[in-house]
């Protein structure tokens, strides 16, 4: 090989690792490339979802405190419950033995 096919082989390789490098870079390029429309509607939707996760967070903490407030009632009913409860099987038992003693005070009957 002399001199000249060995510049034109340099040349050559030079000239394709060029063209390689440059439709490397037009490939990139194309395919990250985003328009400022396509970015403000990303904006748009990223505020939006940020909305949206605030108004949950709101309404899973509105829901526990109403859940945790149900709760309490709940309780409280319950144990009115169960004094009501309490008090009617004392005044059934007080019942029974006043018309027991109605009954033996009156054996005419």
Known sequence: MNRNEFIIATAIILFVAFCMGWFAYWLIHRFTRVDVGEVAELDRMA?????????RDQAISYLQQREAELNSQLGQSEAELRATMDGLREARTEAEELRAYIDRANPSD
């Open 47 to 55: 505020q939006e979802l940020h909305d949206a996760e605030e108004t």
